[in-house]
């Protein structure tokens, strides 16, 4: 069975940090580009950040750059999403996305069911 499972959100406060995870099954995740979408209540699904599959590049949004890194460890076929110095802005549900062609690309073949990460005070 193909799945693709997000873990780690949960309740912050702003300053905190959490790790999310996203673990395939049914499929390798070293083949695929990795991305983190997050939404909130009243605004479009945003891309926050990507690691390309060759690992060569990552890319992160203005509003996350120098919080969140993104890495993975393909043994265990698993990408990691460390976010650091919360905001209340961060506030969202977040999605991570297998992309078998590129980061950011319009195709995406398997999508997280989505992690609720809430920051307040």
């Known amino acids: 069975q193909v799945q693709l499972v997000e873990s780690g959100g949960g309740l912050v406060q702003p300053g905190g940090s959490l790790r999310l995870s996203c673990a395939a099954s049914g499929f390798t995740l070293g083949d695929y580009a990795i991305a983190w979408f997050r939404q909130a209540p009243g605004k479009e699904r945003e891309g926050i950040s990507c690691i390309s599959k060759s690992d060569r590049n990552t890319y992160y949004a203005n509003s996350v750059k120098g919080r969140f890194t993104i890495s993975r460890d393909n043994a265990k076929n698993t990408v990691y999403l460390q976010m650091n110095s919360l905001k209340p802005e961060d506030t969202a549900v977040y999605y991570c996305?297998?992309?078998?062609?590129?980061?950011?690309?319009?195709?995406?073949?398997?999508w997280g069911q989505g992690t609720q990460v809430t920051v307040s005070s």
């Open positions: 996305a297998a992309q078998s062609t590129y980061c950011y690309s319009t195709k995406v073949d398997y």
